[in-house]
Nanobody
Framework: QVQLVESGGGLVQAGGSLRLSCSAS?????MGWFRQAPGKEREFVAA????????EYVDSVKGRFAISRDNAKNTVYLQMNSLKPEDTAVYYC????????????????WGKGTLVTVSS
């Protein structure tokens, strides 16, 4: 069992930047981020393998978001640039052994979420 704690959400204007952090209580997990906007299903945003060698993004954030991790601190980051109003959502940190699936229904570990609001 791993505990995940997110931080870094907030209110930002369109075109601005935010960095989310997720601290994990354990090691050797693939980790990533999902988001859920009001009235919508939770969607995959980005994932990074334990060693950092495999990174994936949903198409809508490619070129704007960057996921990274510091295994010495058991922390994963999501740098979000050129934010758009449609990026507004609760962002959830996620983790799993071996591989983080893109389908939220198959993810085993979740943080409580942090709200990101992008104003136009």
């Amino acid at each position: 069992q791993v505990q995940l704690v997110e931080s870094g959400g907030g209110l930002v204007q369109a075109g601005g930047s935010l960095r989310l952090s997720c601290s994990a209580s354990g090691r050797n997990y693939a980790m990533g981020w999902f988001r859920q906007a009001p009235g919508k299903e939770r969607e995959f945003v980005a994932a990074i393998s334990w060693g950092g060698g495999t990174i994936e993004y949903v198409d809508s954030v490619k070129g704007r978001f960057a996921i990274s991790r510091d295994n010495a601190k058991n922390t994963v980051y999501l740098q979000m640039n050129s934010l758009k109003p449609e990026d507004t959502a609760v962002y959830y940190c996620a983790a799993d052994t071996l591989v983080l699936r893109r389908d939220y229904r198959f993810v085993n570990y979740w943080g409580k979420g942090t709200l990101v609001t992008v104003s136009s």
